[in-house]
């Protein structure tokens, strides 16, 4: 979990979680790398512990692959990384692509990176639905070879109320006779 | 070998009654290796089993031949803790091969303890998908003991409807037969008898009281007849009443060998009997009966409780008829003491009728009478006729403390009954779910009842089955006051809670109940439900996943474990989960309406609506369920049905906010927009806070072509959903005609400026866009 000196204040996705906006699916994907260091893997990028981190270790870009099982709405995309203690592996350059597998991938969007620490968010502008996404690490601060990404985090809308095709209820009057529990 | 026994015996039980379970076992086991008899092995897996080892029980009953019925019942409370139950069915009944006994055959056998024996046997064919014979073993069980909650709670969990006052209530069977005014000497023996029940602790007594005040339900003249035989082993616990009951009548008590007596019939037999009472301990007949019915023939307390039961008979027979209240005043305590103690105390009355043949033994019996009497307060009184007995010579003549504690136990039995009654019929209506009639019914107990955990527990339980969540909460936070240790029907406050959102209360609750009691699954769903509200859907899962590895058989875990998959939308997985609590208990209607959530969300709109159609028909009065039938049939377009559902839904509960909103989303879908803008005004006033109404107002009148009254409501709605990002909001507003001629708002535009992405800034951008001619104010 994210430590309070690394965490800027809210940035945090967990934040985000509890707004019930938003939902964390990325384990119903299938994650893999391009390259990685040994013991700096998939594992380090999804473990909820923003000391460990994904060192990767082949030539640019680094690749990212999310593979869902069927065609999945995905709102935002959550990576953090930290320039203070990454320096020169910080990613500066990120592009997302979504597609239906390897070979039809299309860039969605380009970003540029400066500036210290927090958690990035690379969103669409609305939701995509799609059955692969790619991260793809284009360049890192100061020129640097390798990357490190402490953690990757993917999400999807919340489907709205239990009955009926409505938006999120606001109260708690409507949301207590939303549903039988 | 016996004189070895009955010192030791009393020692166990000692032990047993102080809880010293490692003392009990040790001695159970010493006797059991010396005399290897059938009661000593029963005494000693009595031990096991109390002390909480029901494995070893039950390894030690099937090892050796067991005969007797108290044997084989525990050998089958046994295998029913353990989850054997077909082998706990044969044990019972014969088996599911052989030729199964039929419950007359049980209850002859078993004699007292066949209540019991009936109900555990009902729970039995319950779990293994058998619930006619069920219920049918439970209404039997009822009839012989009126006195027992678990199998009319069964009964009402199955749905049946009984009628709580005929249940509770002394029935033939149990008025014990009317002997005359006592006279002394017969009145000693049976004080003798009654004390001698008493002998066991102070729950017994108070068992014995009800028993008595039970029995002055229904004295009849019939009662007279049949008492004597007590080497019957009549399943008839009246015929074991009469015995101790004409204990008290006559003094001359005869003693008799072994009569084998069926039911009431013995007018005559009495006289044969020799009175040996004197000699006797005072077992009491009803002990020495049980003793019997449990073991077969004794001779000795035979004569004991015959010489009882006819010595008055014969004497006063003619007065036996009047019901005149000394007659009833003897017999309670013996029918009482008899229903009573024979439950509590069979094992000590195996003992005890040891003892008989040693009345030299009594001295034990005796200060155990005395001290159980002296526990005993009030009551007491019409147990003093039981204290009386207890010197073994006291010979006093017991007529006058014999009305007066005849009556005060009567009195007790009613009150006892008529308690029963009542919680019976508020617990039936809640089973039913006549929500209202149940609050109305418990709430007019006593107040020193209404004031305990369980009938505050279920008057919650009513109220949140009314989806009134604040009266509930109010209620359950008074039973958390009252009883902190209380866990059942945690789980529905704890779901209260999340409906009303009250995240604090809820960890509250959480953590307490997970503190206090790692093992009971209420706990585990308070902790699942605690995480959810605070949108940690996996470790809730893994919480509810705890509790139904606690305990299989509950129900609702599963109910919450589906709510969790689905929404976290594993729907197969939400599928598989409410199946299990419909496998657990059919009349769980939130899994059935969790079923058809499920379907719905798949799209699968009529199998949606049959399963929301059964969950109706098991809670007729849930306004929730009829507001999701009337959305259901209006996906299925039938609209006319689903408005008349929706309808019938406000008429149930005036209260519901989202009946109103969905009757007016079903109108604008017809086209009915006049009707549908005025049903969304008065929820206005009902709600003012709700942006999906001023969605909704916006959307008819954007349909309407009022333009710029959709706008204030739209930008309305944006401003009351705080999280914002409410895409729909967005993209009606960005449909429309804007009058200034902009751009979209796109996300874009907010993003690319910085770093740190706040979800608000988005929306404030959206607002200055859209603030053009709307007005700015906000309810």
């Known amino acids: ?181 | 070998m016996t004189v070895l026994q009955e010192p030791v015996q009393a020692a166990v039980w000692q032990a047993l009654n102080h809880y010293a379970y490692m003392d009990a076992v040790f001695l159970a086991e010493r006797l059991y290796a010396e005399v290897g008899s059938e009661e000593a092995l029963y005494l000693l897996a009595t031990c096991y089993f109390r002390s909480g080892k029901a494995y070893k029980a039950y390894r030690l009953l099937k090892t050796h031949t067991c005969s007797t019925p108290q044997c084989r019942y525990l050998l089958a409370k046994c295998c029913v803790d353990l989850s054997k139950l077909a082998e706990g069915e044969q044990v019972l009944t014969g088996g599911v091969l052989n030729k199964q006994k039929s419950q007359d055959d049980i209850i002859t056998e078993f004699g007292d303890s066949a209540s019991f024996t009936l109900s555990l046997l009902g729970h039995i064919y319950c779990k293994t998908d058998r619930v006619a014979k069920g219920s049918e073993c439970f209404q039997k069980s009822l009839n012989l003991n009126p006195f027992l909650w678990s199998p009319f709670q069964s009964l009402c969990h199955l749905g049946e409807k009984l009628d709580p006052d005929q249940v509770f209530r002394l029935s033939s069977l149990h008025i014990p037969v009317a002997p005359p005014p006592p006279i002394s000497p017969a009145q000693n023996p049976s004080h003798r008898l009654d004390t001698a029940l008493m002998e066991t602790p102070q729950d017994t007594l108070e068992l014995n009281r009800l028993n008595l005040e039970s029995s002055n339900g229904k004295l009849t003249s019939d009662s007279t007849v049949s008492y004597i035989d007590s080497s019957l082993i009549s399943p008839d616990p009246c015929s074991l009443l009469a015995n101790t009951v004409s204990m008290g009548s006559t003094g001359s008590l005869l003693g008799k060998p072994n009569k084998p007596k069926s039911g009431r019939s013995l007018l005559g037999g009495p006289a044969a009997l020799t009175l040996c009472l004197q000699s006797v301990s005072r077992i009491g007949p009803s002990k020495s009966v049980f003793g019997q019915s449990g073991n077969g023939r004794e001779v000795l307390p035979i004569p004991f409780s015959q010489s009882q039961g006819s010595a008055p008979h014969s004497s006063t027979s003619p007065q036996v008829l009047s019901p005149t209240l000394v007659a009833p005043p003897n017999i309670q305590p013996r029918r009482s003491t008899r229903l009573f103690t024979s439950a509590s105390s069979t094992a000590k009355e195996n003992s005890k009728k040891l003892k008989m043949k040693f009345p030299t033994k009594i001295p034990n019996r005796k200060t155990k009478c005395k001290a159980a009497k002296t526990a005993n307060s009030n009551l007491n009184e019409s147990l003093d006729i039981l204290k009386l007995d207890s010197s073994m010579n006291d010979s006093k003549g017991l007529s006058t403390p014999g009305y007066q504690s005849i009556t005060l136990q009567r009195a007790a039995t009613d009150m006892v009954l008529y308690m029963l009654r009542e919680l019976g019929r508020g617990y039936q209506a809640l089973c039913c779910y006549n929500c209202q009639e149940a609050i109305s019914i418990l709430s007019s107990v006593p107040a020193h009842h209404y004031n305990t955990g369980w009938v505050l527990t279920h008057i919650g339980r009513a109220y949140f089955e009314l989806a009134e969540y604040t009266q509930a909460e109010r209620v359950f936070s008074e039973v958390r006051r009252i009883e902190a240790y209380r866990v059942e029907g945690m789980e529905i406050y704890s779901t209260t809670l999340w409906h009303l959102q009250k995240d604090v209360a809820l960890s509250a609750l959480s953590k307490d109940l997970t503190d206090m009691d790692r093992l009971c699954p209420q706990a585990w769903c308070v902790a699942g439900n605690c995480f959810s509200l605070q949108q940690e859907h996996d470790i809730a899962i893994k919480f509810f996943q705890r509790a139904i590895q606690v305990d299989p058989g509950f129900a609702y875990a599963y109910t919450l474990l589906g709510h969790e998959f689905a929404l976290t939308e594993e729907l197969d997985r939400a599928l598989a989960c409410f199946r299990n609590a419909i496998r657990v208990n059919n009349r769980h209607y939130n899994a059935w309406y969790g079923l058809g959530m499920i379907y719905y969300k798949q799209e699968k709109f009529s199998l949606a609506e049959i399963h929301f159609k059964k969950a109706l028909s098991i809670n007729p009065q849930s306004s929730v369920m009829l507001c999701h039938i009337g959305v259901v049939q209006h996906a299925l377009k039938k609209s006319d049905s689903a408005l008349e559902t929706l309808n019938r839904a406000i008429g149930i509960d005036p209260k519901n906010p989202l009946c109103k909103f969905h009757r007016a989303s079903i109108l604008f879908a017809n086209d009915k927009y006049k009707a549908a803008l005025q049903e969304l005004e008065e929820l206005k006033q009902i709600v003012p806070k709700e942006s999906l109404v001023y969605f909704l107002i916006g959307k008819v009148y954007k349909k309407l072509g009022q333009t710029h009254l959709a706008l204030m409501n739209f930008s309305w709605a944006m401003d009351l959903d705080p999280k914002g990002a409410n895409n729909q909001i967005k993209e009606a507003i960005d449909k429309r005609y804007l009058p200034e001629d902009e751009e979209p708002v796109t996300e874009d535009f907010l993003y690319d400026s910085a770093a740190d992405v706040e979800e608000s800034s988005m929306t404030d951008a959206d607002d200055s866009q859209l603030h053009t001619a709307e007005s700015d104010d906000v309810l």
């Open chain 1, 1 to 181: 979990m994210a430590t309070p000196s690394k965490t800027p204040p809210g940035a945090d996705p967990k934040q985000l979680e509890r707004t019930g906006t938003v939902r964390e699916i990325g384990s119903q994907a299938v994650w893999s790398l391009s390259s990685c260091k040994p013991g700096f893997g998939v594992d380090q990028l999804r473990d909820d512990n923003l000391e460990t981190y994904w060192q990767s270790d082949g030539s640019q870009p680094h690749l990212v692959n999310i593979q869902f099982r069927r065609k999945t709405t995905v709102k935002m995309l959550c990576i953090y990384a930290d320039y203070k203690s990454d320096e020169s592996y910080t990613p500066s350059k990120i592009s997302v692509r979504v597609g239906n597998n390897f070979h039809n991938l299309q860039e969605v969007r380009v970003r540029t990176y400066t500036g210290p620490t927090s958690h990035i968010y690379p969103p669409k502008n609305s939701p995509i639905r799609t059955f692969m996404i790619q991260v793809a690490v284009l360049a890192n601060h100061q020129n640097g070879r390798d990357t490190h990404m402490r953690q990757i985090k993917i999400y999807t809308p919340v489907e709205e109320s239990s009955i009926g095709k409505f938006p999120r209820c606001t109260t708690v009057d409507f949301m207590m006779y939303r549903t039988i529990r």
